[in-house]
């Protein structure tokens, strides 16, 4: 069974039908806050098609978050070698990069 949404949850930042970049951060930056996310489950799960400029904007507004490159395969099975994978440090790990 698929979940109704109000008028008001649709407008909200975090529901992914918003596809602002403001939007994008929030949904971005609550994923973070639950464990790392990579760029392939960004865009399936958060509707964020370019991950790395969001990511970019939230380091820019201080946000410790981190980047590693790992292998994934993508929701078709095919093999990608470098994916990123972002999560959120601490202010100190931020600094000593």
Do not use: C, F, W
């Amino acid at each position: 069974m698929k979940k109704t949404t109000s008028p008001e949850e649709e407008r909200s930042p975090s529901h992914g039908h918003d596809t602002s970049a403001a939007a994008q951060r929030v949904r971005l930056l609550e994923r973070l806050r639950l464990g790392p996310v990579d760029t392939i489950t960004a865009r399936r799960e958060l509707n964020i098609m370019a991950p790395a400029p969001r990511v970019k904007e939230l380091r820019e507004a201080g946000y410790p978050i981190h980047t590693h490159l790992i292998r994934l395969n993508d929701d078709q099975g095919r093999p990608h070698r470098r994916v990123a994978q972002y999560y959120l440090g601490t202010v100190q790990q931020l600094s000593q990069e």
